[in-house]
């Protein structure tokens, strides 16, 4: 965990001070809540108090992304080799660059110094280091459109301006790597940089984010990069590399485009038996065979389908999309209902004639059903409940609820599942009667074994969620009292206060995902005052914990609630950087000039940066990863299946954050 995101979440624990307000409840007996988050007023949450929150919906303005092609034939012939400079008056070194003209004056670099004059005749440049380039090896020369003559070196990049000042531009400055060998200027002065470690793209004269990192198979084929060159209109980039040239091309998407790709692609190529899942190719330029496997989360990953395809069909009313949601809620079911256990989930579910089922068939945790026609995989964990109640929630209201067929198939799912998970205290057993691993949620447990106080807040505040899904769906008594008696006699509202366990315990990303939904259900039903300000701001403090990392999944479900405190720019912007391709692209990160590693691995033993770096310039699919991570990715040939992203953007749309794109 960074370190700003630490000390926010110490100052929020550490400088509140007072009681809680009093407001009405309909709880006969409301616990006494600790005061350690913030009231709804207080501004002490804010970590940008003087920022107006962005005008919603935000509009779904296009914007450009980074897309590796292949060039044609007459791309390659025109690119040919570069022109030989022959040597002028006065220049007596090797030389390494065109001549390039700023003002008056005209200058030339070669591998010992960089040279200027007029009329024909050069002299050495006398500073270097200081009051000149960083290096006497002049490794490239561009001067833009406001007179400003850009150096780049082996030791970064420099930049004359007209007036003869000097600016250094190095890792401390954002500069990704520092050892460039080559660079090119387009007319609206956006630089493109070659190194030895890959492509770099800098805008010193926009707002916002300035420096683009392109480097590893997603964006070159070597990430040693000898020439740049640039396409007539700036658009396309040609990079010579030790394997020969690439090209990337700026690409315009917009957020419902990226949506529709996805959407499209999971059709094509990610089903599963309805659950969406990662295609795994033989090979991963070619993209034209692929196969499926079993996933130990199926049942969350399909949650995530399943609401925002409900979502999507709310909004739009188009049927695709209800008949992509009903195809994923079927899988649910599926799940539900395989084991031959009434109301015990399984993980995962294979059918007998997949072809990877025969390599299940000796495994232990894989058991085969009375039918004969699947083979299903037990320990079901609270993570997998957690997207079963997350998508009963969001199918019943946005489509089941509707018709009367359906709510009554799932209003049965919901109460067998619910009532195997509270007539054994709270509890999942499996098959053979043992408790699953993760599958406790009572108070024995929670409360009174010490061991278990890390989970003590994220399962108080699922089992309750799970309770008011329950009770919203069905509209029986029985889990509303449940659900009362875990708050006012065993303290489960309190334990979810601090839900979010930061340091010294273990930073969990899975469970911030897993946190996010199921705050979003508990929150869109609940409407007695005491719990709803109760789990806000446990929600908020949260909110605050994730803000560096622009988790857009986290900062929607908080802006579904609470949209003038939410980072909304920081979620869209992950959601704008986040690349249509979803192959698993290898991307280091270590080596960099501008990012600083902890001294520390993460809980995984991975090696972590103290920043989280643009959703670009990293390899990620799914929102339980830890963004902080350093080196990610694989060699391309698994594709992410998607709903990671459809999940944030159809909740975002529903709740009025992002408009519809324009006509």
């Given at each position: 965990m960074q370190f700003r995101s630490l000390c926010a979440a110490l100052l929020v624990v550490l400088t509140v001070t007072g009681a809680w307000a009093q407001v009405s409840t309909t709880l006969k007996h409301p616990p006494l809540l600790a005061p350690v988050v913030p009231p709804l007023d207080s501004e002490?949450?804010?970590?940008?108090?003087?920022?107006?929150?962005?005008?919603?919906?935000?509009?779904?303005?296009?914007?450009?992304?980074?897309?590796?092609?292949?060039?044609?034939?007459?791309?390659?012939?025109?690119?040919?080799?570069?022109?030989?400079?022959?040597?002028?008056?006065?220049?007596?070194?090797?030389?390494?660059?065109?001549?390039?003209?700023?003002?008056?004056?005209?200058?030339?670099?070669?591998?010992?110094?960089?040279?200027?004059?007029?009329?024909?005749?050069?002299?050495?440049?006398?500073?270097?280091?200081?009051?000149?380039?960083?290096?006497?090896?002049?490794?490239?020369?561009?001067a833009d459109t406001r007179g400003v003559l850009w150096v780049a070196t082996p030791a970064g990049l420099s930049a004359r301006d007209a007036a003869g000042a000097w600016r250094l531009l190095r890792g401390r400055d954002g500069l990704?790597?520092?050892?460039?060998?080559?660079?090119?200027?387009?007319?609206?002065?956006?630089?493109?940089?070659?190194?030895?470690?890959?492509?770099?793209?800098?805008?010193?004269?926009?707002?916002?984010?300035?420096?683009?990192?392109?480097?590893?198979?997603?964006?070159?084929?070597?990430?040693?990069?000898?020439?740049?060159?640039?396409?007539?209109?700036?658009?396309?980039?040609?990079?010579?590399?030790?394997?020969?040239?690439?090209?990337?091309?700026?690409?315009?998407?917009?957020?419902?485009?990226?949506?529709?790709?996805?959407?499209?692609?999971?059709?094509?190529?990610?089903?599963?038996?309805?659950?969406?899942?990662?295609?795994?190719?033989?090979?991963?330029?070619?993209?034209?065979?692929?196969?499926?496997?079993?996933?130990?989360?199926?049942?969350?990953?399909?949650?995530?389908?399943?609401?925002?395809?409900?979502?999507?069909?709310?909004?739009?009313?188009?049927?695709?999309?209800?008949?992509?949601?009903?195809?994923?809620?079927?899988?649910?079911?599926?799940?539900?209902?395989?084991?031959?256990?009434?109301?015990?989930?399984?993980?995962?579910?294979?059918?007998?004639?997949?072809p990877g089922a025969e390599k299940l068939r000796e495994q232990k945790n894989w058991h085969a059903t009375a039918d004969g026609k699947y083979y299903w995989r037990d320990d079901v964990s609270s993570d997998q409940i957690d997207g079963h109640y997350f998508a009963f929630y969001t199918y019943y209201e946005h489509i089941a609820k509707h018709d009367p067929a359906e709510r009554a198939r799932l209003q049965n799912q919901v109460r067998q599942v619910t009532d195997y998970i509270v007539d054994n205290n709270y509890q999942i057993l499996d098959w053979d009667g043992e408790r699953t691993l993760w599958g406790w949620f009572n108070p024995e447990l929670l409360n009174g074994a010490p061991v278990h106080y890390l989970e003590s807040g994220i399962y108080s505040l699922m089992i309750l969620s799970f309770l008011k899904v329950a009770h919203h769906t069905t509209g029986e008594e029985k889990y509303d009292r449940r659900y009362r008696n875990l708050i006012e006699e065993h303290g489960y509202l309190s334990n979810l206060l601090l839900q979010k366990k930061v340091w010294p315990d273990e930073v969990n990303h899975s469970d911030d995902q897993l946190s996010a939904i199921a705050f979003y259900p508990f929150l869109q039903i609940e409407t007695d005052p005491y719990i709803r300000s109760a789990v806000h701001r446990a929600l908020r403090r949260h909110a605050l914990i994730e803000?560096?990392?622009?988790?857009?999944?986290?900062?929607?479900?908080?802006?579904?609630?609470?949209?003038?405190?939410?980072?909304?720019?920081?979620?869209?912007?992950?959601?704008?950087?986040?690349?249509?391709?979803?192959?698993?692209?290898?991307?280091?990160?270590?080596?960099?000039?501008?990012v600083v590693a902890q001294p520390y691995p993460n809980v995984g033993g991975a090696e972590v940066l103290l920043k989280v770096l643009p959703a670009d310039e990293r390899d990620f699919e799914r929102w339980n990863a830890d963004p902080f991570t350093a080196q990610t990715g694989g060699d391309g040939r698994s594709e992410g299946s998607g709903e990671h992203y459809l999940l944030p953007y159809w909740m975002a749309r529903y709740h009025g954050l992002i408009a519809a794109p324009a006509e």
């Open positions: 002490v949450h804010l970590s940008t108090p003087d920022q107006l929150p962005p005008a919603l919906p935000v509009a779904d303005t296009p914007f450009m992304e980074h897309v590796r092609g292949a060039l044609t034939g007459e791309e390659e012939a025109a690119l040919g080799e570069k022109a030989p400079v022959s040597s002028p008056k006065g220049v007596d070194a090797v030389i390494t660059t065109a001549i390039v003209t700023q003002g008056g004056l005209a200058w030339l670099g070669t591998e010992d110094g960089l040279y200027f004059g007029a009329d024909g005749s050069f002299q050495r440049h006398p500073s270097y280091g200081v009051a000149g380039p960083l290096s006497n090896r002049i490794a490239g020369l561009a990704p790597w520092e050892e460039l060998t080559a660079i090119a200027i387009d007319t609206t002065d956006r630089i493109w940089l070659g190194s030895t470690r890959g492509l770099i793209q800098y805008r010193p004269y926009e707002p916002g984010r300035q420096w683009f990192y392109r480097a590893g198979e997603r964006y070159l084929p070597d990430d040693r990069v000898t020439r740049v060159e640039l396409s007539a209109d700036g658009r396309t980039v040609y990079a010579h590399t030790a394997k020969g040239w690439s090209k990337i091309e700026e690409t315009p998407r917009t957020l419902h485009g990226k949506a529709e790709h996805l959407l499209q692609r999971y059709l094509e190529r990610h089903r599963r038996l309805g659950m969406p899942s990662p295609a795994n190719h033989d090979d991963a330029y070619a993209m034209n065979s692929w196969t499926h496997g079993p996933q130990p989360s199926d049942g969350l990953w399909t949650s995530y389908l399943v609401t925002a395809m409900a979502m999507a069909y709310s909004i739009t009313g188009e049927e695709r999309y209800r008949d992509a949601a009903r195809e994923g809620m079927e899988a649910l079911y599926l799940l539900q209902n395989v084991t031959g256990i009434k109301g015990l989930v399984a993980r995962s579910v294979v059918a007998v004639d997949d803000r560096d990392e622009r988790n857009s999944l986290f900062a929607i479900v908080y802006a579904s609630v609470d949209p003038n405190d939410a980072d909304i720019p920081g979620a869209l912007q992950t959601l704008r950087e986040m690349p249509q391709d979803r192959r698993n692209w290898r991307m280091e990160n270590l080596h960099r000039a501008d």
